[in-house]
């Protein structure tokens, strides 16, 4: 009887401490399981036990735990596909302090239609289209070299020498580490709308400005003379006996005749001046920030040059000019009314010669 009652109590003992030691190596096995950042295991729990207590507390921050990771992974994927989408959409540059690219986005690449290995380490200046004026190139290096943000219009050329127009922004990136500052560029293609606003305002066929264009210049140009004191030049040219063309050669040599002076025209005159058909045979340039010296001396080379320009069917053509300053007019109509009285002067005296203010 007595060795009945004790084996049972050993069976009932050794039971017993076995699964206490089962249970504690469960919970050994998950704690180093989370240790590492599994979070896959939970601990056993018992209740009334310290350690089941623990166990309980554990296993809900095992559980929180696993819930926001599994928040920041989709936060993460999320992010991912972001700048994915920017990367393919989103114009980005990064410009070192030397003016090379050493970042861009795989649109910016494809715009240019450049590799990366081609575009690496290229001064940016480089990409620039000759269409970027010097005067947007200075700010934008002035801005740069002080720290300054900037913003405007810039013209990039690819790698088929194709004009792309970029309206940007330029951030400077400062570098805590002391190191020269580098600058983060971002920016949307507005090539197509600069087209559109290029057909807008030129002649169909001479390919100059049209006269709605030379007014807004010549606004422009007016009011800021007036404000600085600057002085300008407003030239009208018209060829002579060009209705004779018409009738006795058709329209369209006509046509080609106009084309031609204003190849000419475009050949001749600067990049800052607005060149524009006037109206029919009459052609204006508005040359900027130039004295009535210069304006004359402009008019004068391209009477010479349309003299002794070949146009074959019709023959040799000639035109007049007069030439007004803007110093002393009280209102643009005012100025271009001189300019055309100077050109009938012109036109009185003979043809083919320039007649400016005294």
């Given at each position: 009887m007595v060795a009945s009652i004790v084996l049972s109590a050993w069976i009932y003992i050794h039971y017993a401490v076995a699964r206490r030691l089962k249970t504690m190596a469960a919970r050994v096995e998950a704690m180093e399981c989370q240790g590492k950042a599994t979070l896959q295991l939970l601990l056993p729990e018992t209740p009334h036990d310290?350690?089941?207590?623990?166990?309980s507390a554990l296993n809900n921050y095992s559980t929180a735990l696993q819930q926001r990771q599994s928040e920041l992974e989709t936060a993460k994927q999320k992010v991912e596909s972001y700048v994915a989408i920017v990367d393919q959409h989103v114009l980005t540059a990064h410009i070192d302090a030397d003016g090379c690219i050493r970042k861009f986005s795989n649109a910016f690449c494809q715009l240019m239609k450049l590799r990366n290995t081609e575009i690496y380490g290229r001064p940016f200046e480089s990409i620039l289209h000759q269409s970027c004026s010097q005067e947007?190139?200075?700010?934008?290096?002035a801005a740069m070299a002080h720290g300054r943000d900037w913003a405007g219009e810039l013209a990039l050329t690819d790698k088929d020498g194709g004009l792309h127009w970029l309206e940007a922004r330029v951030t400077t990136i400062d570098d805590?580490?002391?190191l020269p500052a580098k600058y983060s560029l971002i920016a949307q293609d507005i090539t197509d709308h600069k087209r559109i606003q290029e057909l807008s305002i030129t002649d169909s066929l001479t390919g100059l400005y049209n006269r709605f264009h030379l007014d807004a210049v010549l606004g422009t140009e007016f009011v800021r003379a007036q404000r600085y004191g600057n002085e300008f030049c407003v030239i009208l040219g018209d060829i002579d006996h060009f209705k004779q063309v018409n009738d006795l050669h058709g329209h369209l040599i006509g046509d080609e005749v106009l084309r031609r002076i204003a190849r000419l025209f475009r050949q001749h005159c600067r990049a800052v001046d607005a060149v524009g058909r006037w109206g029919g045979e009459e052609f204006m340039i508005v040359c900027i920030q130039t004295p009535l010296a210069g304006g004359r001396s402009l008019a004068e080379k391209l009477r010479e040059m349309v003299a002794?320009?070949?146009f074959q069917e019709p023959g040799s053509q000639t035109m007049s000019f007069g030439v007004a300053s803007s110093l002393g007019k009280s209102s643009i109509?005012?100025?271009?009314?001189t300019a055309d009285q100077l050109l009938y002067a012109s036109k009185q005296a003979g043809r083919n010669r320039v007649t400016s203010e005294a």
């Open positions: 310290e350690l089941g207590v623990l166990a947007v190139l200075q700010e934008l290096r805590p580490s002391g002794i320009t070949d109509q005012d100025l271009v009314r």
